[in-house]
């Protein structure tokens, strides 16, 4: 199969479907010298694709220079990357967690609030047990991301707790792999990497919500019905407890039985009621002791406005735009399915990692 690249090896170049056909993407420089900006080419434009102008693209030492210096996620683009768990008489080796790592748009994604808790928990996984297992560039790209996350968070002050989290997880595991010293790579950069940590976690400890107070009408001005209607869309226990020590109308509606009793019947199955019942000095059940026990002996449900999803027709997984779906019918990757969405399945943090266990 020929490349359209000057170097035989390389990729090729990155292509993208628009309403005037397909168009090139390149990579410009900005300001600071690098590769973010993108530029699409218009098909029949020769001088584009002219020696000169593709030197950059297959020149080996401004790609290690942009990887040594660049803060992003390397030079990969792509949104898709090709699970192999064996090798073919097409394809040889098999796809690591790391390269999976690297290959994926993470970077992009913190910035879709819709994928920003999915990345997030993806992190903590990966900071509680597959933190050995990533490659050196793809420990590199780890740090850069939770840099990211980390600064938004304390620009938006957008669920600090949930960072918290999982500050608290990798300083731990960070502590523990430095005193048994089964770390890869130089000592004094894990060092680094661990103070990094502990100073992101001061910052969010000491940051201060602050709301945006107007003139306008704000949660307590509402009717107690609405209220009661907004508790019942939580499905975080720890955010109906911080939400009910507003004042004691709200405290009061955070004490409903009935709203522990829809988030216990939300996160776990009847079946498991029964082993870790709770009762109180009345003989009722109480539906919120009961929660806080069946979290520590059984996992909650996970729930995300976006996530990866994995094509079991073509082994591709993906991050799929929605918005690029419904204008050019787009799947999201290359899929020769005659019904790509048929074969589309969601994939969770815990699925993601599972994929790459050899």
Known sequence: MPFLG???????????????????????DDSEGNHINLQLLDINDKEAYAPDNCAASANKTEKEQFNNTAKS?????????????GSTRERHGYCTLGEAFNRLDFSSAIQD????????????????SQL??????????????????????????YNPRL????????????CILLRRFILIGSIDLWVCRLESVLTWQEQLMSLEMNPQLGDGMNLCDLPMHMQNNIFHRFSDAWDILNLGQMNHSLYVLSED????????????????????????????????????????HY??????????????????????????????????HPCTANDPNSCLTPVSPQNFIDLFQF
């Open 73 to 85: 996620q390397y030079f990969y683009r792509e949104k898709w990357i090709f699970v192999q768990k």
């Open 132 to 157: 050995t297992s990533l490659s050196g560039a793809a420990q590199k790209n780890y740090f850069n991301i939770l840099e990211k996350i980390v600064k938004k968070a304390m620009e938006d002050q």
């Open 299 to 332: 996992p909650k449900r996970e729930q995300y406005g976006d996530t990866l999803h994995f094509c079991r027709h073509c082994s591709i997984l993906f991050w799929k735009d929605c918005q690029l779906a419904l204008i050019f019918q787009d799947s999201g």
């Open 163 to 174: 960072i918290r989290d999982l500050l608290q997880d990798l300083s731990s595991t960070l």
């Open 6 to 28: 000057q170097d035989w090896r390389s990729p090729g170049w990155t292509w993208m479907k628009t309403e005037d056909g397909w168009k090139r993407y390149e990579f410009c």
């Open 257 to 296: 039985r009935q709203l522990w009793k829809a988030l216990c019947k939300y996160h776990f199955s009847e079946k498991m009621f029964h082993k870790h019942l709770v009762l109180t000095d009345n003989g009722l059940v109480d539906w919120k002791g009961m929660f806080f026990r069946l979290q520590k």
């Open 113 to 128: 609030i819709r994928r920003f808790n999915y990345v997030v928990r993806l992190l903590q996984l990966i900071a509680k």
